[in-house]
């Protein structure tokens, strides 16, 4: 069993920056692949970006690429995702989340709005 959370979200205005942060706790985190989605209000929950469990590899969504990072730290059982130049379209509820095989959990999310 993992449990996630995420901090990090907040207000900021349109190009700012922001970093979300997500803690797991459980065993074997460096086994997950972990990923970031977000659902925006009357819209489905979306891929935003993944890394992979083995060799860090990173997948971005089309609208993100270029723009947000993803990273994690093993040690420390953590994952961040770096939002540079945020617009208004990303504004949404983010979530972390973290799958091996058929696991799959996911946190409880924290809201980033973009003000233009």
């Known amino acids: 069993q993992v449990q996630l959370v995420e901090s990090g979200g907040g207000l900021v205005q349109a190009g700012g920056s922001l970093r979300l942060s997500c803690a797991a706790s459980?065993?074997?985190?460096?086994?997950?692949?972990m990923g970031w989605f977000r659902q925006a209000p009357g819209k489905e929950r979306e891929f935003v970006a993944a890394?992979?469990?083995?060799?860090?590899?990173?997948h971005y969504a089309d609208a993100v690429k270029g723009r947000f990072s993803i990273s994690r730290d093993n040690a420390k059982d953590m994952v961040y995702l770096q939002m540079n130049n945020l617009t208004p379209e990303d504004t949404a509820v983010y979530y972390c989340?973290?799958?091996?095989?058929?696991?799959?959990?996911w946190g409880q999310g924290t809201q980033v709005t973009v003000s233009s």
């Open positions: 989340n973290g799958r091996s095989g058929e696991l799959n959990f």
């Open positions: 459980g065993r074997t985190f460096s086994l997950y692949r």
């Open positions: 890394i992979s469990a083995s060799d860090d590899t990173t």
